[in-house]
């Protein structure tokens, strides 16, 4: 069974504090790891997709890494913002159509 | 237009009840799921349609039954459905096969069954 971990479970943090989440992932027939963000309310949408051993992508104030030799992936949130309060879900892609999740990280930023 | 759209938003059904749950995406998307997703938990894989077929059904029962009319949409069957089938069901599509593309998802549909 192929089991994605994402820590912690839930975070509150400060308007402008700094912030960074963990994906735990089976290091085995990896294609691909994918992080959503995720409103209430709303759907989930792609913030990244990565693939490579090493990969680093930033999009703004969020920036996300990849170590597929390990089994993790970071994602960082840099100065949060109340905009920013959502769930953050990582998918690990494992072949044809497969992408496993999560359980998501709720972020809540306090103003 | 990047949108998936799933109606209704909500739903209460009976256990007798049957009714239906549709998903629709206009961007050309060879893949269509469906996922469902209970409070705290991840979201699970329940069908995969590629090019209108049926490509995986993960163990569902059959109170659930898929249907793909054509490329641009996606039903969900439910008939005879159990209080632990309540749950939110997310569509989702993709561009090509493999898990290095992007799903785009849906607002998913609320389904409480009494």
């Given amino acids: 069974i192929l089991n994605v971990e994402q820590s912690p479970q839930s975070l509150h943090v400060q308007e402008g504090d700094s912030t960074n989440f963990t994906c735990s992932f089976p290091s085995s027939n990896f294609y691909a790891l994918h992080w959503y963000r995720w409103e209430t309310a709303k759907s989930p949408e792609a913030l990244f997709v990565m693939t490579l051993n090493g990969d680093e992508k930033k999009k703004g104030r969020i920036s996300a890494t990849l170590n597929t030799k390990e089994g993790y992936s970071y994602l960082y949130i840099k100065g949060s913002q109340p905009e920013d309060s959502a769930t953050y879900l990582c998918a690990f892609g494992s072949g044809t159509y497969k992408y496993i999740f999560g359980t998501g990280t709720r972020l809540k930023v306090l103003a | ?114």
């Avoid at chain 2, 209704?8 to 009976?14: A, E, I, N, R």
């Fill in chain 2, 1 to 114: 237009d990047t949108e998936v759209t799933q109606t209704p938003k909500h739903l209460v059904m009976g256990m007798t009840n049957k009714k239906s749950l549709k998903c629709e995406q206009h961007m050309g998307h060879r893949a269509m799921y469906w996922y469902k997703q209970k409070a705290k938990k991840p979201p699970e894989l329940m069908f995969v349609y590629s090019y209108e077929k049926l490509s995986i059904n993960e163990s569902v029962p059959s109170r659930f039954s898929p249907e793909c009319p054509n490329s641009s949409l996606l039903n969900l069957h439910l008939h005879a459905l159990q209080p632990e089938d309540s749950a939110l069901y997310l569509c989702a599509s993709s561009q090509g096969l493999s898990s290095t593309g992007e799903l785009f998802f849906g607002e998913g549909s609320r389904l409480t069954v009494l």
